[in-house]
């Protein structure tokens, strides 16, 4: 069982950390795909079915293709489609601080006296899922239904707006 | 080590590299992927927590991820309408280059 946690464990950390240090941003995309199924993967192992498919369906289905179409439609033709060089400084610096934030969680992780279950999860089945989001969680329900629609609409709004009709190199 | 700490520690290290590609990448895309990376990083803790904390509840921590992934993926939309209009307006998408709010 901790066997199959390291194997997904070490799939979701070299995608990401691939992902984020190659030049190439499609690349970068394209890993940041196998590192959610990866996510996934891990909810299934844990148990959480409905959110690994919620996560395979959001994340692999609608996050990824508008990333992708963001960085098709923010590339440029000239050849720092990579964003330009990133100074070394600052990777420096961030590996640095991230290095740091790493150290201090898996401290705090591994010297915390974590009580085991007594017993372990009860399955939260599709059906309690439902139960539970229309009965007490119906007004989260609500309210994130709201800040879907608000944020559709400020994205809409937001990338349409077209202020200088002649663009000559309109996307 | 319990299935909890390896999957807190799996969790950090998703974190802390999310973290660093969000410092230290200067495309606005790769950062917005950094950020949603500490996203996961945060959901996979409350998965690991829900299925082997130390009091079980029924299903709380499940519906907090229903909820946190729905607000990353508005939070993702945004942004990347953004990214689009900052491109619209700049040419580019560098951050370096995006230190002006006014149009």
């Not at chain 1, 590996?95 to 401290?107: C, D, E, K, M, R």
């Not at chain 2, 009091?55 to 939309?77: K, N, W």
Request: with cysteine.
């Amino acid at each position: 069982m901790s066997f199959l946690l390291v194997i997904i464990a070490l799939v979701i950390l070299a995608s990401a950390a691939v992902a984020m240090s190659l030049r190439n941003l499609i690349h970068s995309a394209l890993l940041l795909v196998a590192n959610w199924l990866g996510v996934a993967a891990f909810y299934l192992w844990a148990g959480a079915e409905f959110v690994a498919f919620a996560q395979v369906l959001i994340y692999v289905g609608a996050v990824s293709m508008i990333v992708l179409f963001a960085m098709l439609l923010t590339r440029r033709a000239r050849a720092d489609a990579a964003g330009g060089a990133d100074s070394g400084g600052r990777t420096v610096a961030a590996l640095l601080a991230s290095g740091a934030v790493a150290g201090t969680l898996a401290f705090a992780a591994l010297q915390t006296h974590l009580p085991a279950a007594a017993s372990p999860a009860p399955p939260a089945t599709v059906r309690d899922l439902g139960a539970s989001l229309m009965g007490p969680h119906a007004a989260a329900l609500v309210i994130v239904g709201m800040i879907l629609t608000v944020a559709l609409l400020g994205a809409v709004i937001l990338a349409a707006t077209e202020r200088n009709p002649p663009e000559d190199d309109a996307p | 080590m319990s299935p909890l700490q390896l999957c807190l520690l799996l969790s950090s290290g998703l974190f802390c590299v999310g973290l660093a590609g969000a410092l230290s990448r200067s495309n606005a895309i790769l950062v917005l992927l950094g950020i949603e990376l500490m996203l996961n990083a945060a959901n996979l803790n409350f998965i690991a927590f829900w299925r082997f904390g130390p009091a079980p509840s029924a299903d709380t921590g499940v519906i907090f991820v229903i909820f946190s992934i729905a607000v990353a993926a508005a939070e993702a939309a945004v942004g990347l309408a953004l990214v689009i209009a900052i491109y619209r307006h700049q040419k580019n998408i560098r951050l370096q280059e995006a230190s002006r709010l006014k149009g």
